[in-house]
């Protein structure tokens, strides 16, 4: 069946510091692709998405490309904030469904 | 973009009792779903709200303990029944048109 692994956290960087979460799906056909992240004490925000191979989503500086390939999809950011502190969850999209990765938790110190 | 109301945000709960939760969604949307994220764990569909009909339950969730209403193209209710310590977990609405859009949750602690 469908399923998304991404690395396990909680991973803690400083402030500047270049980011990477790394997101594999496993899927038939081709789905859409997904970061969530959920800050804390609040719900579930769209970060960014892909719909097809090769397209790169980005927002906020966060950027994602979806590798059809290596059935990948790794969250980067140049340069993280303290305020990036939060969950990041990868998921995949069919049928409306959403699956999600286990979520990995990102600390910023300043 | 859709606007979920989730109620109640939070609710402490007897144990053999059931709760009720609302998901009003500002606007007629396609699709509406039901996740569970239990405490430190990611998102797990429970099932999708059909309208008009019986709701489809992933595996692992029964209508039984799960009971999903969904009247119209904008609102759905889950019912947690016969709750024990184990069901304690934040429970999200998620609408979909386009994209998905998710509810604040609503944080279930069973005692």
């Known amino acids: 069946g469908n399923s998304v692994t991404q690395m396990e956290g909680p991973v803690t960087l400083s402030e500047e510091a270049f980011l990477t979460i790394n997101c594999t799906y496993t899927a038939t056909g081709y789905p859409s692709l997904f970061w969530y992240v959920q800050y804390p004490g609040e719900g579930l925000q769209l970060l960014l998405k892909a719909t097809k191979a090769d397209d790169k989503g980005s927002n906020k500086g966060f950027e994602a490309t979806y590798r059809k390939e290596t059935t990948s999809f790794h969250l980067e950011k140049g340069s993280v904030q303290v305020s990036d502190s939060a969950v990041y969850f990868c998921?995949?999209?069919?049928?409306?469904?959403?699956?999600f990765g286990q979520g990995t938790e990102l600390s910023v110190k300043p | 973009s859709a606007v979920i109301s989730q109620k109640p945000s939070r609710d402490i709960c007897q144990r053999g009792t059931s709760l009720t939760i609302q998901c009003q969604v500002d606007s007629q949307v396609t699709m509406m779903f039901w996740y569970r994220q239990q405490p430190g764990q990611s998102l797990t569909l429970i099932a999708t709200?059909?309208?008009?009909?019986?709701?489809?339950?992933e595996s692992g969730f029964v209508i039984d303990k799960f009971p999903i209403s969904r009247p119209n193209l904008t609102f759905s209710t889950l019912t947690v029944s016969n709750m024990s310590p184990e069901d304690s977990s934040i429970y999200l609405c998620?609408?979909?048109?386009?994209?998905?859009?998710f509810g604040q949750g609503t944080r279930l602690t069973v005692v």
């Open positions: 998921a995949l999209r069919q049928g409306g469904k959403l699956i």
């Open positions: 709200a059909n309208q008009g009909s019986e709701a489809t339950y």
């Open positions: 998620s609408a979909v048109n386009t994209e998905a859009f």
